[in-house]
């Protein structure tokens, strides 16, 4: 059987990069086009695979399409331009500033798809443009136009707006801005000011009226509060940075301003701090190399319109060259439309969403005029598919009641991330109030909330709570929680083990999973994970758990091993497999073999994929599909045939080298054949939506499908909302199917 590191016969012209094809949607560009590596050849392997800066942006391309698709409304579309721009701040922090560590430390090894650092920088950098146009060409010529149009929101220029707004502008200025601004000037006294990650700034060029001198200077803008300045006609509204620039010449009194342009500076992600910097780039890179003060900023964004001599200043005082330099036609820092998305007008949004509560929650376990979660549990597992089932009725209420119970004796959790105001931290701490035993292992190098991790962990200490902070070489991404309660017979314990983080807001956002079971073995496993978790005990073994990385690559090896055989034998090796992104190369090489053994191959990754569908003798028995929606697909579920009898696990690892073999991850099974059967129907949903799945080719096109029937606009997530409903009203058990 050929190996992925022993591949057959393919054109040497095959693409290294995916990319959304423009055959059945005229609404979003094509991407950019299948690369070939310019100064090398692609051999061997380095064929089977898609390049995964590549991937990733094409992902992105899929989450701009929202925005540029009349179906989706229209405050919706605007949120998407904010995400699509977010997610590309964060492709050049970590993926781009990865590469060029690369550059710079001399790294001559190929990426796994047969390019250098410098080829995918160069890739990435054609790439990146294409998207820029497309980001500001759907914000300045399709979503500006329709807020007027739809909502009777004008986003107007300055220089738009009439003698009296002006007049305004300056007043508001001078109230509410003026005295917020601190302009930094530069000369021989006065150094480049350093420029904040992100952060949107005005270069500011000046003259001396008298000595005839020029001058530079910088300005902060803020855009925390509003970016966009509403005037008194409230439909109108302009840009903040536009009002400081035309009246800028209240800040530098005595200078005359010669002009007045944005722009903004993307700082390499922190190797100290951030855990998740593209861990695959820098790993290539020697210890000694990794301690070098590499260029801090990967990007400057600058308005087209800003003459040479200042963006060559800007370029200078930064260190960079000029493929590091972005020009953006229009406004600049469009993750800021999310402020605009904001706008209270529910006919431009989704119909509200509110999650439902699970018909067994409802009507069972009634003790002493509450529902008590134990006695559900006592009666059999419990699955829930947030955003569509409560996460305040099912994971919170777990956590609350136990805090509550008199009878529970100590509680175990897993804190990944949660809110600022966080109902699970509360509950937390009224447990260890109540003298029980509390156990939390914080997660401080979870990406965005490693402040608001330490806070929490350290006003968790303060109540008696007993926090361990990670693991030394390993984050602990797993999310599980243990609720031990001394009943007649004894101790009983009772799980929680889900695909998502115990965070009610990203709960509403994010489709996920969750088992509740109080199985013994299951429970046993939890008490070994938290002692491995909090104490001394690496040596730890597991009967239902399947923990990374520890054991979780050589089951899932095993289990597509076993699908092999089971073709073999009976001709039925069956695979489904639903994941955030797929880059693991060990795990394609294993898919690619089972693809050639005939096992039919199903795929669901939302993100990056570097496998690639479809290549004849290799993957043509493998199909990719990814999910674009309302909600952002996030759940992992891992479906083998099992000649019949099929097994299905759920879990917060994908297959994904960091996943893999170098976090704390879990994925349990689930036994259950009704709760089997549910994981089955919302895989099998999936796999047919006709409204928002787009196909991943061979040749690394992806396809929306059914892009110009204008009747399919609900996919799965509505699909799921009406079922939820559904179940509400259903009086026929198992209200969980």
């Excluded at 423009?22 to 100064?39: C, F, K, S, Y």
């Excluded at 695979?49 to 991937?55: A, G, K, T, V």
């Excluded at 609720?483 to 695909?499: A, K, N, P, W």
């Excluded at 034998?569 to 994941?579: D, L, P, Q, V």
């Amino acid at each position: 059987m050929a190996d992925i590191s022993q591949p057959r016969h393919l054109d040497d012209n095959t693409p290294g990069s995916s990319h959304i094809s423009n055959e059945l949607l005229d609404v979003i560009p094509r991407a950019t086009q299948p690369h070939a590596v310019t100064g090398s050849t692609k051999t061997g392997s380095h064929r089977l695979l898609f390049n995964r800066e590549l991937s990733w942006l094409d992902f992105n391309w899929r989450v701009l399409h929202q925005a540029r698709d009349e179906r989706v409304p229209l405050l919706e579309r605007l949120r998407f331009v904010s995400i699509a721009s977010s997610n590309l701040d964060e492709f050049f922090r970590k993926r781009m500033g990865g590469l060029k560590r690369q550059l710079a430390a001399g790294v001559q090894r190929p990426s796994p798809d047969g390019r250098t650092p410098g080829e995918q920088l160069r890739m990435a950098r054609e790439a990146v443009l294409e998207m820029n146009r497309a980001l500001s060409s759907v914000w300045e010529d399709v979503l500006k136009p329709a807020l007027s149009e739809q909502a009777g929101v004008s986003i107007k220029n300055y220089d738009e707006c009439s003698d009296a707004q002006q007049q305004w502008l300056r007043e508001h200025f001078l109230t509410h801005i003026f005295p917020v601004l601190t302009p930094l000037a530069v000369d021989p006294g006065h150094p480049f000011p350093f420029i904040s990650n992100l952060s949107l700034s005005l270069a500011v060029t000046l003259k001396h009226p008298g000595r005839k001198t020029e001058h530079f200077a910088r300005i902060k803008v803020p855009t925390s509060d509003s970016r966009w300045i509403q005037l008194p006609d409230v439909t109108g509204r302009v840009p903040i940075e536009q009002v400081i620039a035309n009246n800028a010449g209240e800040l530098f009194r005595g200078m005359k301003v010669v002009n007045v342009h944005p722009f903004r500076v993307t700082r390499n992600a922190d190797l100290k701090r951030d855990e998740e910097i593209a861990d695959d780039l820098i790993e290539m890179i020697s210890e000694e190399l990794q301690e070098r003060r590499f260029a801090p900023i990967v990007r400057l964004e600058v308005a087209a319109n800003m003459p040479e001599d200042v963006r060559e200043l800007l370029a200078r005082e930064l260190s960079l060259r000029s493929d590091d330099v972005y020009e953006v036609e229009g406004d600049l820092d469009l993750v800021t439309v999310s402020q605009l998305a904001d706008l209270d007008i529910p006919e431009l949004k989704h119909a509200p969403w509110d999650p439902v509560t699970p018909q067994r929650l409802l009507h069972e376990g009634e003790v002493k005029d509450r529902l008590n979660f134990f006695e559900i549990l006592r009666k059999g597992d419990l699955l829930v598919h947030h955003p569509y089932e409560s996460f305040a009725s099912t994971v919170l209420r777990f956590v609350e009641e136990a805090a509550a119970d008199p009878q529970v004796l100590a509680i175990k959790q897993t804190l990944y991330r949660t809110s600022d105001e966080s109902p699970i931290v509360k509950a937390l701490l009224k447990a260890a109030d109540a003298g029980k035993q509390v156990a939390v292992l914080v997660e401080v190098k979870a990406r965005f909330d490693e402040q608001n991790n330490i806070e929490w962990g350290q006003k968790l200490e303060q109540h008696g709570v007993h926090v361990t902070y990670g693991l030394v070489g390993l984050k602990t991404h797993c999310k599980t929680t243990l609720v031990i309660r001394r009943e007649g017979d004894g101790l009983r314990m009772y799980c929680h083990i889900g695909t998502g983080n115990y965070h009610p807001s990203t709960a509403k956002l994010y489709t996920d999973l969750g088992l509740f079971t109080r199985s013994r073995q299951t429970g046993d496993d939890l008490v070994n994970l938290f002692h491995y978790l909090t104490g001394y005990a690496p040596e730890q073994h597991y009967k239902k758990l399947i923990v990374a990385p520890r054991d979780m690559r050589h089951h899932f090896v095993d289990q597509i091993h076993q699908e092999i055989e089971n073709q073999k034998a009976h001709g039925n090796g069956r695979i489904i497999a639903k994941m955030n992104a797929l880059d693991d190369l060990i795990i394609i090489n294993e898919l690619y073999k089972a693809s050639q053994a005939g096992v039919q191959i199903d795929l669901l990754v939302r993100g990056h994929c570097r496998l690639r569908p479809g290549i004849p003798e290799f993957s043509e028995n493998i199909r990719v599909i990814s999910i674009i929606g309302r909600f952002l697909e996030h759940s992992r579920i891992y479906s083998f045939g099992n000649n019949g009898n099929p097994r299905y696990f759920i879990g917060s690892a994908d297959w994904q080298r960091r996943n893999l073999d170098d976090r704390v991850e879990v994925i349990v099974e689930i036994q259950k054949k009704r709760l089997g059967a549910r994981l089955q129907r919302i895989l099998d949903f999936s796999l047919s939506d006709q409204a928002s799945a787009w196909e991943l080719d061979a040749e690394g096109i992806y396809r929306l499908r059914n892009a110009g029937n204008s009747d399919q606009i609900n996919g799965t997530h509505q699909l799921f909302m009406d079922r939820a409903r559904r179940r509400m009203v259903s009086s026929d058990p198992p209200w969980d199917m």
